[in-house]
């Protein structure tokens, strides 16, 4: 059974609980961890201020930089080993568990590198003074992370927090949290000192909301649903700190009739069926310009039907779905529209050996979807593509910020003019042209509006984030 890891020891749950580990290839349960509660997580925030407090608050950030591009690197060592723990976890294909953990790698030599890096400022003022204005750590920072993409995660949250000089708790989703108890340990073999890093697993409504509601955390960071974002931050607000909130989108891809379609087509399918569609960023509506509206369907139709659903080792292009539950609201959500009468654009395939109580859904493109449908304003979180029809550039705009998420927006155009007008009137965190995604782009401020949450994680950014100003006032005459 793994165990909890605070002060740099692997420690069972004070209450003795645990909670089962299921496969989401088979079904069938493989593993325990430990069930975290609010005595461990107030352990592990000890913990994580006596660091800020002791060795690591004193390390300088050179020494702390060094830190983590060691951490980086042993991460590298240990590619193979981490993906595997990664991809049994989540079932995700090996070939994309593998480029989690790059990722993960890339964002400690991110923020390995830039942890020195932050200069403050000095500001003119009045004669006889001088003011400067220096960043320092929040002190200890709660991450409460979700399991569509458990390493990537934990490198987007930790690296920069750590980079800073914080100390972190970190509650792992219970779907999906071995990638993290292991990464701590290697973390702590890199030179990361006991209680800088702490893990502490358990589910949500015990362990998370201890920790969102702990007295002694700085800051906190969420990655997950709206519903449970809006308790952090109701927690975050009892305890006058920042929260930091990442909440999912509804992301449009829009497609202009003057796009390069052989190019846009194989992005558009990629970013809908990447990771079953899990991705808070899954471009899942297509937006499409009337005039060129049938050809694009007919285009998506031929490449979606390819779309694959198989074993994580056989490279699939979709594994399963997270967990039982999850399995059940996708299947749920794909039955509603069927019953609501969208016409089926396409639909991907099963290989037939797969086990019978995996979480396997069939990938499925609907579509012309009207503009007030379900799926054209919620997010499904699987492998769902909504495609809608849209008349002119404004039309365009209209429909892709016509909902309540805001994160990322794509443009597929020819036109240099059209794709700048359109970069500055998409809503949202992030805008690519005539791409998606940009290959995890661990230097790319990310982010949402609206019910995508707010703050910035990714690239140097998020340094903000994860420290506070102080001016400091000198009158030397
Ligand atoms: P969730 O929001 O419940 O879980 C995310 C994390 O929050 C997990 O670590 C969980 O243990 C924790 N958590 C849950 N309740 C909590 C509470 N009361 N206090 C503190 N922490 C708590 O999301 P869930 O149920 O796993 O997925 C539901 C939906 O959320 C998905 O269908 C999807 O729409 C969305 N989601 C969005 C993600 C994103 O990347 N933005 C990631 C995961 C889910
Ligand atoms: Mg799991």
Known sequence: MSKLFIDGENVPATGGGTIPVYSPVTGEAYAEIA????????????????????????????????????????????????????????????????????????????????????????????????????????????????????????????????????????????????????????????????????????????????????????????????????????????NHVKCVLELGGKCPQVVFEDADLDKAIPVIVGAIIQNAGQTCSAGSRVLVQRTVFDQVVARLAARFSEVRVGLPETSPDCGPIITKAQFGRVNQFIAECKQSGLPVIAEGFMDSDLPEDGYYVKPVVFGPVPRNHKLALEEVFGPVLAVLPFDDEDDAVALANGTDYGLVASIWSENGGRQQRLAKRLEGGQVFINCYGAGGGVELPFGGIRKSGHGREKGLLALDEFSITKTVVSHHG
């Open 35 to 238: 069930r975290g509660q609010s005595q461990d997580v107030d352990a592990a925030v000890r913990a994580a201020r006596a660091a800020v407090n002791g060795d690591w608050g004193k390390k300088t950030a050179t020494e702390r930089g060094r830190v983590l591009v060691q951490i980086g690197s042993k991460v590298l060592e240990n590619i193979d080993e981490l993906a595997e723990i990664e991809a049994r976890d989540t079932g995700k294909p090996i070939a994309l568990a593998r480029k989690d953990i790059e990722a993960l790698a890339r964002y400690f030599e991110f923020y390995g590198g830039a942890a020195d890096k932050v200069h403050g400022e000095v500001i003119p003022y009045l004669a006889g003074y001088t003011v400067s204005v220096v960043r320092e750590p929040c002190g200890v920072v709660g991450h409460i992370i979700p399991w569509n993409y458990p390493a990537q995660m934990l490198g987007r949250t930790i690296a920069p927090a750590l980079a800073m000089g914080n100390a972190s708790v970190v509650k792992p989703a219970e779907d999906a949290c071995m990638t993290s108890l292991r990464f701590a340990e290697i973390a702590n073999e890199a030179g990361l000192p006991a209680g800088a890093l702490n893990i502490v697993t358990g589910y949500g409504k015990e362990a998370g909301a201890a920790l969102a509601e702990h007295p002694d955390i700085n800051l906190i960071t969420f990655t997950g649903s709206p519903g449970v974002g809006v308790a952090i931050q109701t927690a975050a607000a009892a």
